[in-house]
């Protein structure tokens, strides 16, 4: 937003002819003074300088704290924040009289006459808070800022007079030395560098002296002695037990800091007597009757779906007497049961018995045996694959005894369809267990 302007080149007046002229600021009509940058009329601009900054401190929430200070007869005052926010700009005097904001009290955006010019306070929902002011004022003012969140920022800008007695009188000082930031075991002092007036040594502010002169800042080294050796401890343990009486404990060592990086452990006789105690009893109410549970049994069975069982017992706290289940409240009783599966079961297999003897006692004859599918625990099932069943019967063959003829000629006869026995007795074949069976007749005695 730009600032109000009062300016009598703006200042338009009829002529008794009827032309318009111009009123310069020496309020002579057709004059065209005009006023410089320190609101001089028909200045050079050289009677003030020119102030601006970004103040974006970081600052503690909930209080007042000071942005700026507006010497005394400074013109052209622009004051905003560079975002919106919850905070609020603040006005007040040297002498803490508030005139804007002040007293933890919100004044609504309007006009205000202060100091000897009009302050333009504007606060618009959507964008940022403005203090303007044409000036030139006649007291010095201190621009604060109430603070409700993060200090996002306030841009300032004015033109303060220069003062002919008193101009290049603000140089650069050294503070005395902080006090050592440790008592022992290395600390560091800082010297401060400060703007300060020469005609009365007050401290103003940085923007009064020459930035490019600022020395800098020094520090040194302190108190580097060794510290005396002290007690060190730990933080305490848990409770042993949670009701009944239990015991924590902590670490304790007596320790001696060398330097601001370096600690050594000291023997205990190093340290003031007594040494803090290391253990200490805790949790010393009664326990309640409460349920405990025993470990879980192995999974039954060892494959495939099973449960795991487990002993519930009510007791008087974590290891005392066992007391009746009616004791215990019923809502919290853990589960007695629990439902697990270690791991897959092998499948059924076919399960064969031995084979038994050959259905022919000469020649030619079978033999069976059982065939059975069976689960890993033995029991029948119907789930093996039957591309994979085992043959329950299969060919044997026995061997005749040439030696012992028969008695029963009816035992001993040619095939009806083989007409080949005469063959098998001319060729000498009736030694071969198939031919002697199927050529009996033929081939015996032979």
């Not at 008193?166 to 022992?184: A, D, E, I, K, L």
């Not at 039954?300 to 002993?311: A, D, E, F």
């Not at 012992?404 to 071969?432: H, I, M, Q």
Request: glycine letters at 6%; a positive charge.
């Amino acid at each position: 937003m730009s600032v109000d302007t009062c300016s009598f080149d703006s200042v338009n007046k009829k002529h008794q002819y009827g032309s318009q002229v111009h009123v310069g600021c020496d309020k002579i009509l057709g004059s065209d003074a005009r006023e410089d940058r320190c609101r001089v009329c028909g200045g050079d601009g050289s009677s003030c300088e020119a102030i601006e900054g970004v103040f974006n401190d970081s600052l503690p929430e909930g209080g007042y704290e000071e942005v700026i200070r507006i010497p005394k007869g400074s013109v052209f005052i622009h004051i905003q924040e560079l975002n919106i926010s919850l905070n609020y700009l603040v006005l007040k005097s040297k002498s803490d009289q508030y005139f804007i904001n002040g007293k933890l009290t919100i004044d609504t955006p309007r006009r205000f006459d202060i100091a000897g010019t009009t302050f333009h306070y504007r606060r618009p929902a959507d964008q940022p808070e403005t203090l303007e002011a044409l000036g030139p004022t006649n007291m010095t003012l201190i621009v604060m800022v109430l603070v409700r969140e993060e200090n996002l920022g306030i841009h300032y800008r004015f033109n303060p007079p220069v003062n002919r007695d008193t101009q290049s009188v603000f140089t650069w000082h050294s503070t005395s030395w902080s006090r050592c930031s440790v008592s022992c075991a290395g600390g560091f002092q800082i010297q401060q560098v400060v703007c300060k007036k020469q005609s009365d040594h007050s401290v103003v502010f940085n923007h009064f002296c020459d930035k490019k002169s600022k020395p800098k800042e020094k520090k040194r080294p302190c108190n580097t002695a060794p510290c005396p050796p002290t007690w060190w401890v730990s933080e305490w343990s848990e409770c042993s037990r949670s009701c009944s009486g239990g015991v924590r404990t902590r670490e304790v060592l007596c320790k001696r800091k060398i330097s601001s990086t370096e600690e050594k452990v000291q023997d205990d006789s190093a340290c003031l007597q007594p040494r803090p105690p290391v253990t200490e009893p805790c949790n010393n109410h009664t326990c309640p009757p409460e349920w405990h549970a025993l470990d879980w049994s192995e999974c039954t069975p060892s494959c495939g779906p099973g449960y795991r069982q487990r002993v519930i017992l009510c007791r008087s706290g974590e290891s005392g007497d066992t007391l009746a289940e009616s004791e215990c409240p019923n809502h919290g009783r853990p589960t007695t049961r629990m439902r697990c599966n270690l791991q897959r079961c092998p499948p059924p297999q076919w399960l064969t018995g031995p084979w038994s003897e050959c259905s022919a006692k000469c020649g030619v004859g079978h033999q069976m045996r059982s065939v059975q599918c069976v689960s890993h625990t033995g029991l029948p099932s119907n789930e093996c694959p039957e591309l994979h069943r085992p043959a329950f019967m299969q060919q044997c063959r026995s061997k005749c005894d040439l030696s012992v003829p028969t008695d029963n000629p009816e035992e001993c006869k040619d095939v009806n369809t083989v007409a080949y026995c005469p063959l098998v007795l001319r060729f000498k074949f009736c030694s071969r267990p198939y031919f002697r069976q199927m050529c009996c007749k033929t081939c015996q005695g032979h």
